[in-house]
Nanobody
Framework: QVQLEESGGGLVQAGGSLRLSCAAS????????MGWFRQAPGKERDFVAA??????YYQHSVKGRFTISRDNAENTVHLEMTNLKPEDTAVYYC????????????????WGQGTQVTVAS
C-alpha cells in the first residue's frame, strides 16, 4: 500500500505559477507510474500529467505550461504549473499505479487527498 500526500496548492492570479508536490510513503517503487489528476466542481476527475522512469505525459491543455518531475530518492513527484488560467481551477490529486501510464483514473490504485488550486481572473 502506498500513501500519498499532496501540498502546494493555493490561490493565484491568472498568469501566475504554483508548484505542487506529492510525497509517497509505504510500499513505494521508483518503477511505478505517478500521475496528477484534477477535478473541478461538477466535473469528472481528469488526467493532467504523469511520469515514469523514462517518459512524461501531458494533457493537451497543459502541455507547455505544466512540467512533471520526480525525485526517486525523496519519493516525491512535483507538478510545476506556469501561466495558470482560471480554467485550471480544481482540486489536484496525486495518484500512482504499478506499471506504465494510463489516462483513465480507474486504473490508478493509490490516491492522495487532493490540494485545491484556485486561479483568479
Amino acid at each position: 500500500q502506498v500513501q500519498l500526500e499532496e501540498s502546494g496548492g493555493g490561490l493565484v492570479q491568472a498568469g501566475g505559477s504554483l508548484r505542487l508536490s506529492c510525497a509517497a510513503s509505504g510500499h513505494t517503487d521508483s518503477t511505478y507510474a505517478m500521475g496528477w489528476f484534477r477535478q473541478a466542481p461538477g466535473k469528472e476527475r481528469d488526467f493532467v500529467a504523469a511520469i515514469t522512469t523514462t517518459n512524461t505525459y501531458y494533457q493537451h491543455s497543459v502541455k507547455g505550461r505544466f512540467t512533471i518531475s520526480r525525485d526517486n530518492a525523496e519519493n516525491t513527484v512535483h507538478l510545476e504549473m506556469t501561466n495558470l488560467k482560471p480554467e485550471d481551477t480544481a482540486v489536484y490529486y496525486c495518484a500512482t499505479r504499478v506499471g506504465g501510464v494510463r489516462y483513465n483514473r480507474y486504473q490508478y490504485t493509490s490516491w492522495g487527498q487532493g490540494t485545491q488550486v484556485t486561479v483568479a481572473s
